[in-house]
C-alpha cells in the first residue's frame, strides 16, 4: 500500500496510526524507565534533586506545561516540537519516577505493579478499540470522577489516613482503566473525524497526541497500583 492509499483510506490509515501511537507510547515509557533507573543509579543527582525543592516543583510545573501546550496547539507546533514535548515529559517523568526505585529497591512491588497495570491497560485498549458499542459518553462521568479523585486525595494529605489511601488507589486503579478503553475509542474517532485525507504531518501529530493521552493512562495505572500494592506491603 502506497502513502497515498493509506492517507485516503480511513479504515486503512487507522491500522498505521494506530501502531504509530502504541509504538510512540512504548518509546515514551522506554526513555522513563531508563531516565528512572539512570537518575537513581546516581547519588550526586538524587542529592542534587531532592535536597532542592525547588527542583521538584521546576519538574512539576513542566510535565502540566508539556501536556498543556501539546494538546492545546498542537496544530500550530512542528511534528519535530511535538516530538520534543512528548519525550520531554517522558524524561522529566522518568526524573521523578527515580524515587520510587529508590523507596522500593529490594521490593516485587515495583515489577508486580507494572505486570498488573501491563494487563489492565491490555485489556482496557482491547475493549474501547473493539467494542461496537459508543462508550461516549462515558466522558462527563470520568471527569467528574477524576476530580473527585484529586480532591479526596487533597484531602488524605491532611488526613493522612492509610485506609483511605488504599481506596483511593484502588478507585485510581479503576478510574484510568475507563480512562484507558474511553481513550482508546476516542483515538479511532478522530481518525475518523479526520475525514478520507490527511496529510503526513497530521498523522504524526495525531500520533503523538493519541500516544500521551495512553501514556498517561498507563503511568497513573501503574502509579495508584504501587501505592495500592506498597501500602498493602507496610500494613
Excluded at 480511513?10 to 531508563?34: D, I
Aim: net charge neutral.
Amino acid at each position: 500500500m502506497n502513502d497515498e492509499t493509506m492517507l485516503t483510506n480511513v479504515e486503512a490509515r487507522q491500522n498505521v496510526y494506530l501502531k504509530k501511537v502504541y509504538l510512540w507510547m512504548a518509546l515514551g515509557l522506554g526513555v522513563t524507565a531508563l531516565t528512572a533507573f539512570l537518575t537513581a543509579s546516581s547519588p550526586s543527582i538524587i542529592r542534587f534533586i531532592y535536597s532542592n525543592p525547588f527542583v521538584t516543583i521546576v519538574c512539576c510545573v513542566l510535565e502540566i506545561a508539556f501536556v498543556f501546550i501539546l494538546s492545546g496547539r498542537l496544530e500550530r507546533l512542528s511534528v519535530g516540537a511535538c516530538y520534543g514535548l512528548f519525550f520531554g515529559y517522558s524524561f522529566i517523568t522518568g526524573v521523578t519516577f527515580s524515587s520510587l526505585l529508590l523507596v522500593y529497591a529490594g521490593t516485587n512491588v515495583l515489577a508486580l505493579s507494572f505486570i498488573t497495570a501491563s494487563a489492565i491497560f491490555g485489556v482496557a485498549a482491547v475493549y474501547g478499540s473493539v467494542t461496537k458499542k459508543s462508550i461516549k459518553g462515558w466522558g462527563g462521568w470520568l471527569m467528574m470522577g477524576l476530580i473527585s479523585l484529586i480532591v479526596v486525595s487533597l484531602i488524605n494529605i491532611f488526613i493522612g489516613s492509610t485506609m483511605l489511601e488504599m481506596l483511593i488507589s484502588g478507585v485510581g486503579v479503576i478510574l484510568f482503566a475507563f480512562l484507558t478503553a474511553w481513550d482508546s475509542q476516542k483515538l479511532m474517532d478522530m481518525n475518523r473525524n479526520c475525514g478520507p485525507y490527511m496529510t503526513q504531518e497530521e498523522l504524526s501529530k495525531l500520533s503523538i497526541m493519541g500516544a500521551l493521552e495512553l501514556y498517561l493512562d498507563f503511568i497513573n495505572i501503574f502509579l495508584y497500583l504501587v501505592r495500592l500494592f506498597g501500602s498493602a506491603r507496610d500494613n
